[in-house]
């Protein structure tokens, strides 16, 4: 089946610093969204990306759609203790499918540097 | 202005027995979707469904699994004989129509199977 591959899985971030994760994928997805799940709760949507090259930015975090509709990037400035937790992209495709039918990455889970 | 409402948020059941999972979506929103998230993955989609009407049913296990919406009263995802290979956290979204923007997930149910 389509598979979004999502990296790093992991990452530990100290206050302050800048924080890059992305998802690439063989198949072509006409739009791609962020989520970010905090431990016990549901996703919660942070940027949704519905056209190739385009650029969105909520607050502190950044995305963008890439160019060939097969890869995105989200972007977080200047890291807060309250960002941790597992940021997910999630992808629709193109070739079918219902318009509820997302496939997401594995997540990429940001923790606190001890 | 309630969010997607699921409930329980943790249900443990013996193999063999049914576990029912309610989710009642938003306010004004007729479209709701279930996902399955095992533990260090992403979500999976299982089913899409309008008021009395299942419109894509491409992730469910075809033995076993079943969904409905009413026209009134919450959707219900109903497994039926469980098993261990069950346990997960089942995850409820609904959205106004086919806009993406919309889409917004519940908290969840945890099914435990001992």
């Known amino acids: 089946g389509q598979q979004l591959n999502q990296s790093p899985q992991s990452m530990f971030i100290q206050e302050g610093e800048d924080v890059s994760m992305n998802c690439t994928s063989s198949s072509i997805f006409n739009t791609w969204l962020w989520y970010k799940q905090d431990p016990g709760e549901g996703p919660v949507l942070l940027i949704a990306l519905y056209k190739a090259g385009e650029l969105t930015s909520n607050g502190r975090l950044t995305a963008q759609f890439g160019i060939t509709r097969k890869d995105s990037f989200l972007n977080i400035s200047a890291s807060i203790p309250s960002d941790v937790g597992i940021y997910f992209c999630?992808?629709?495709?193109?070739?079918?499918?219902?318009?509820?039918?997302?496939?997401f990455g594995k997540g990429t889970k940001l923790s606190v540097k001890p | 202005n309630a969010g997607v409402m699921q409930n329980p948020r943790h249900l443990v059941r013996r193999r063999g027995q049914e576990a029912r999972l309610r989710c009642s979506p938003m306010?004004?929103?007729?479209?709701v979707y279930w996902y399955r998230q095992l533990p260090e993955e992403g979500l999976k989609f299982m089913v899409y469904l309008q008021k009395e009407n299942i419109i894509d049913e491409s992730g469910m296990p075809k033995e076993r699994f079943s969904a409905e919406f009413p026209k009134e009263g919450p959707s219900i995802l109903r497994i039926q004989q469980v098993v261990r290979g069950d346990s997960a956290a089942y995850f409820c979204a609904s959205s106004p129509g086919t806009a993406l923007l919309g889409y917004t997930f519940g908290s969840g149910t945890r099914l435990t199977v001992v």
């Open positions: 306010k004004g929103h007729s479209h």
């Open positions: 999630a992808g629709q495709l193109t070739d079918g499918g219902s318009q509820g039918n997302l496939i």
